[in-house]
């Protein structure tokens, strides 16, 4: 049994491009939820994927959106980056929607310049 | 105020201490309470899960919630030198699909 993976797991942007990051969920799992961690600080919620669809949101802009496509691979895409979208980004699958038991990767940090 | 507030470290005690951590929440409708233990430089792993006032036990690990106070503790008995990570808080409320975490304790046991 696999765990979750994230791809990169490092990466440097400018402000303003944009980046796209990548999770593969556990072996089982059809729920995919993304949080933000900033230095010194817990996780923060931006949303969650249920069966291809998003069905929760945290109090993140548009500019962050995503995908679940249907082997429960997951993307974050962060549109019109900003100095304060520097942060280690977190993949978490878990086995239902409605679920504090997630299993997450190991993160990807992102470094905006 | 944030809904939900730990105490924000860092902590640093010798091998075989007891450790105390501690979280505050302010949402009644907060049904569900984890524990999870973050490692430098990994994701967090889920340590202890509990939905109920009073206290659940593993191993060395003792989870305590009093929902009438809204305090939530994680006790390490015997903490080891391996115990030293980030602890965080979670908490769900039924009918959310986040959890909302505390901001972390660091703790050092140092051998």
């Known amino acids: 049994e696999t765990g979750v993976t994230q791809s990169p797991t490092h990466l440097i942007k400018t402000r303003g491009q944009q980046v796209t990051l990548r999770c593969s969920s556990q072996s089982g799992h059809n729920t995919v939820s993304w949080y933000q961690q900033a230095l010194g600080q817990g996780p923060q919620f931006i949303f969650q994927?249920?069966?291809?669809?998003?069905?929760g949101r945290g109090n993140f802009p548009p500019r962050f959106s995503g995908l679940q496509f249907p082997n429960y691979s997951s993307e974050l895409n962060v549109n019109a980056l900003e100095l304060d979208d520097s942060a280690l980004y977190l993949c978490?699958?878990?086995?239902?929607?409605?679920?504090?038991?997630?299993?997450f990767g190991e993160g990807s940090r992102l470094t905006v310049l | 105020q944030k809904e939900v507030e730990q105490d924000p470290g860092p902590l640093s005690v010798p091998e075989g201490a007891i450790v105390s951590l501690n979280c505050t929440y302010s949402n009644s409708a907060f049904q569900y309470f984890m524990w999870y233990r973050q490692y430098s430089r990994k994701g967090p792993e889920l340590l202890m899960y509990?939905?109920?006032?009073g206290n659940k036990e593993d191993g060395r690990f003792t989870a305590q919630v009093d929902k009438s106070s809204k305090y939530i503790s994680l006790f390490i008995r015997d903490s080891q030198p391996s115990d030293s990570a980030t602890y965080l808080c979670a908490i769900l409320s039924g009918s959310a699909r986040q959890l909302t975490f505390g901001s972390g304790t660091q703790l050092t046991v140092l051998p």
């Open positions: 978490a699958s878990s086995f239902r929607e409605n679920t504090g038991e997630l299993f």
């Open positions: 994927y249920y069966r291809e669809e998003e069905n």
């Open positions: 509990t939905y109920s006032s």
